[in-house]
């Protein structure tokens, strides 16, 4: 190979423009969570809580039964565990049931599950092996079936679709060493060659890339005569000359997931393959997200529920000092945050999820909150689960068998969650997208007059038009439904739990929350893209709102069919309890806080002022560089991709 690739040089502005180009720019439906950081609470938006049809219900009953009998009866997750791989047998029963195709419409031979089921369906695998659920997922959730239902021709869906939905893997590669959440930096290309394009470079972490049949593939395509060029989506066949698979990677958790490292040289894609036009790639990619993210939170109020069930056996028959552990009220806080974040878990996926089903909002602020909620919450959750359990929750399951307790794997699934903090979008990114777009409407009224590109005639056209914006909207956050005792009385019904007061509150936090969104822009304008601690807080507290009225409207929907409906009344009005701490507490921390201090000590950090609080250890880790090297050109190493057929 050649020396060091060199990546494209990409200044923050022409980041962030990236990015920006491939964000929906307009919103043609309503979105609550987007009303709700604006300091509307549109509960008419979620209540009464939409349903599934009879047709979808039957349907993806059914095949939850059959997928829970496979499940009982093919897989081992221990075993997937202790050989860091999933056996060809369980994929190709997945296939034969139909599990790659849940997504697929039945014309192209899927199940066509909705939203709602197929998450049941990653929520029950997942239980038994996260890693199986990861391959589910990352085939149809962000894999080659939805950007071609999304964005796809129909020779394409023709073509793939039928594949996808019974014999065929896919896998989505965006990721480079060097390029993460920046794709402004992409550097694998796409050239035109006649009515093929020729891809060259190298992709990063591509889970399912190990054993895929189909790939989805993110290039940059260069700007030429009749070319548009800009990042381009193309779906590549995995078996194609040039495509080598040079490393199956390790994880700390899913051992059993087939994600590695894929090399691209000279490879021959026919112009049919493109999705989409030239450049669009990046919106197709956050597009497919908007619902794909949706699968991860599933799997976390999944995890959820195992938490609970392993939290209420083990504390009912482990005894200290005379009664069981569960009674103790340190550890029965612990069970109680497990249950009613559950609840409220499972509310919020369910919801979002109907919500996309149904079509009648946009919901890419529901899923990106849902996703980031569900994340947090689930790590919280195993930890508590962990602590609950002591020495036997650090413990292997594999160990507790070997000494003849039950194997009870709670350190795996510390282990397995950990990644979903970090999967399709790090907590960090999902703040400042969520952040974005809670404020658009700010920036469209306002955006030209912190601009500093922007002439003074344009700031003096927005100032106008911000003038008459705000002139209508700041007076709606004075006063609301939420300070009116009695509203929302159909969520306090006699002999349960008073929810409306949690209404009332996050009518009147949501509120609150805009007018502190907009004392933070008059006060920084400009500057406020960088106040990330600020923007991360505001978007944690639009979250637990979020939460709470998923909650409420759920308690009240099993109430109302006479499905446990105390009991959830019970769980929505101790988890809105907590909520309310979290969000309090966030709002102090909007003004009060350390932001300004820590940038100074990681001024110093970098600087090397502090490398004297290093010495008196030994690092253990190798020589080598700290991104490999992804020069283009031909592979060295032997191609470890294994296709199962």
């Known amino acids: 190979m050649s020396g060091p690739h060199q990546q494209p040089k990409v200044s923050e502005r022409e980041a962030r423009e990236v990015a920006e180009a491939a964000r929906e720019q307009e919103w043609q439906k309503p979105s609550f969570a987007k009303e ?12 009464p809580h939409p349903l599934p049809g009879p047709e979808d219900t039957q349907r993806g009953e059914e095949f939850l039964a059959k997928l829970r009998d496979f499940c009982e009866t093919k897989i081992d997750g221990a075993l997937i565990e202790r050989e860091a791989r999933i056996p060809d047998a369980v994929v190709d029963g997945l296939k034969e049931i139909g599990a790659f195709g849940m997504k697929i419409d039945t014309r192209y031979g899927g199940l066509g599950l909705t939203q709602v089921y197929y998450n049941k369906a990653l929520a029950l695998v997942g239980s038994v092996n996260p890693a199986v659920g990861a391959l589910l997922s990352a085939h149809q959730s962000i894999g080659v079936p939805q950007p071609l239902k999304l964005f796809g021709t129909q020779e394409q869906k023709d073509a ?26 992409l550097a694998t290309t796409a050239v035109p060659d006649g009515d093929d394009y020729v891809i060259d470079g190298v992709k990063l972490w ?22 548009r060029g800009g ?14 698979v040079e490393n199956r990677n390790a994880f700390m958790g899913l051992r059993g997931l087939e994600n590695g490292v894929t090399r691209f040289h000279r490879v021959r894609v026919p112009a049919a393959n493109r999705i989409g036009p030239e450049g669009a790639g990046l919106k197709i990619a956050l597009t497919t997200l908007n619902t794909g993210r949706l699968s991860l939170p599933a799997a976390c109020a999944g995890a959820g529920k195992w938490c609970l069930k392993i939290a209420r056996e083990w504390s009912a028959v482990r005894e200290q000092w005379g009664k069981p552990v569960a009674e103790h009220e340190a550890v029965g806080a612990k069970i109680s945050f497990i249950a009613a974040t559950t609840f409220a878990l499972e509310a919020l996926v369910d919801l979002s999820s109907q919500m996309a089903d149904e079509d009648r909002n946009d919901i890419r602020i529901e899923a990106a909150l849902a996703k980031l909620y569900g ?3 689930a790590w919280l959750m195993a930890d508590e689960l962990v602590q609950i359990r002591g020495g036997r929750g650090y413990e292997t399951a594999e160990s507790l068998a070997a000494r003849g307790e039950r194997p009870v794997p709670a350190e795996q699934l510390l282990r397995d969650l950990r990644i979903n903090r970090i999967f399709e979008g790090s907590t960090e990114i999902m703040h400042l997208m969520i952040a974005r777009e809670a404020v658009d409407a700010h920036l469209s009224v306002a955006g030209d007059l912190i ?5 003074l005639g344009d700031k003096a056209k927005a100032g106008a038009h911000a003038t008459a914006f705000y002139a209508r909207w700041l007076p709606r ?3 609301g439904r939420g300070q009116v005792p009695g509203a929302y009385g159909d969520f306090h019904p006699s002999g349960h739990p008073d929810l409306a007061r949690h209404l009332r509150y996050v009518e009147r936090t949501s509120r609150r929350l805009a007018r502190s969104t907009f004392y933070a822009m008059s006060r920084w304008q400009g500057r406020m893209e960088t106040k990330q601690g600020f923007l991360g807080r505001i978007v944690d507290i639009g979250a637990e709102l979020f939460a709470m009225s998923a909650a409420c409207v759920r308690a009240e929907l099993l109430r109302s069919r006479g499905e446990n409906g105390r009991a959830a009344y019970e769980l929505a009005d101790a988890f809105c309890r907590q909520s309310r701490l979290r969000a309090e507490e966030l709002f102090g921390r909007l003004w009060a806080n350390t932001d300004d201090l820590d940038r100074r000590v990681v001024k110093g950090v970098l600087a090397g002022r502090y490398t004297w609080l290093e010495e008196g250890i030994l690092d253990p880790t190798g020589e080598g560089p700290w991104i490999a090297d992804a020069t283009p050109g031909p592979t060295n190493r032997p191609n470890v991709h294994r296709p199962i057929r």
């Open 375 to 377: 994340s947090e919450a």
């Open 206 to 227: 591509t889970t399912n890339g190990v054993v895929a049949d189909l790939l989805v593939v993110m290039a940059r395509v260069p700007r030429s005569e009749g070319h």
């Open 160 to 185: 793939f679709l039928p594949r996808l939905a019974r014999t065929d893997v896919s896998a989505f590669l965006l990721t480079e060493p060097d390029v993460g959440s920046d794709p402004a930096r």
């Open 231 to 244: 990042i381009t989506a193309f779906v590549v066949e995995a078996a194609s000359e040039g495509v080598t």
């Open 451 to 455: 601009d500093p590109d922007k002439s």
């Open 36 to 47: 709700l950081f604006l300091g509307r609470f549109r509960l008419d938006l979620i209540h």
């Open 477 to 479: 956050l004075a006063a």
